[in-house]
T-cell receptor, first 113, second 109 residues
Framework: GAGVSQTPSNKVTEKGKYVELRCDPI?????LYWYRQSLGQGPEFLIY????????DSGLPNDRFFAVRPEGSVSTLKIQRTERGDSAVYLC???????????FGQGTRLTVV | GQNIDQPTEMTATEGAIVQINCTYQ??????LFWYQQHAGEAPTFLSY????GLEEKGRFSSFLSRSKGYSYLLLKELQMKDSASYLC??????????FGDGTTLTVKP
């Protein structure tokens, strides 16, 4: 596609529920990143994929968070047993390589009530 | 740990020049990004400095000193549309970048 696409744009869920956030990167980009951003703060790194594999998942806060990219294109961020503290904008980005200009999607605003 | 500092807010006048500073202390360094983020929108790439010195790109320039752990973004001929948050980010390890909390720039007429 023309840019990085994230769905849904907004998600409201109840505490304890499971959610999936989808990211469709720019075609041909091998690197894909997930960040989350809270109001007034910069994006916080979660995980980085190079192709199908997670090259660096050191930013995932705990084992409730998991991400996959099975075919090296679309990625899904999965959050189990959501907590109110998980509320944030989840940003996905992609790039040709791991340390070049990243193109961000519009994000998914997750609200846990 | 990783530490990236930038001023929280700055105000400047339309047509003027403004310099946004960023200092960093990180465990790794591959390069330094600057991104622009308008309220409610995604960050957009402005520059990436790997080597020391000044890189100019139109009205925007970015400077890096690796020995001092310091960078700045220089915006010339400010326009109202430049009102946004400016994010400094250090690429610390392959695909991992650590972001500062951003500097909110307000341009006044």
């Amino acid at each position: 596609g023309a840019g990085v696409s994230q769905t849904p744009s907004n998600k409201v869920t109840e505490k304890g529920k499971y959610v999936e956030l989808r990211c469709d990167p720019i075609s041909g980009h091998t690197a894909l990143y997930w960040y989350r951003q809270s109001l007034g703060q910069g994006p916080e790194f979660l995980i980085y994929f190079q192709g199908t594999g997670a090259a660096d998942d050191s930013g995932l806060p705990n084992d409730r968070f998991f991400a996959v990219r099975p075919e090296g294109s679309v990625s899904t961020l999965k959050i189990q047993r959501t907590e109110r503290g998980d509320s944030a904008v989840y940003l996905c980005a992609s790039s040709f390589e791991g340390n070049t200009e990243a193109f961000f999607g519009q994000g998914t605003r997750l609200t846990v009530v | 740990g990783q530490n990236i500092d930038q001023p929280t807010e700055m105000t400047a006048t339309e047509g003027a020049i403004v310099q946004i500073n960023c200092t960093y202390q990180t465990s790794g360094f591959n390069g330094l990004f600057w991104y622009q983020q308008h309220a409610g929108e995604a960050p957009t790439f402005l520059s990436y400095n790997v080597l020391d010195g000044l890189e100019e790109k139109g009205r925007f320039s970015s400077f890096l000193s690796r020995s001092k752990g310091y960078s700045y973004l220089l915006l010339k001929e400010l326009q109202m549309k430049d009102s946004a948050s400016y994010l400094c980010a250090v690429n610390t390890n392959a695909g991992k970048s650590t972001f500062g909390d951003g500097t909110t720039l307000t341009v006044k007429p």
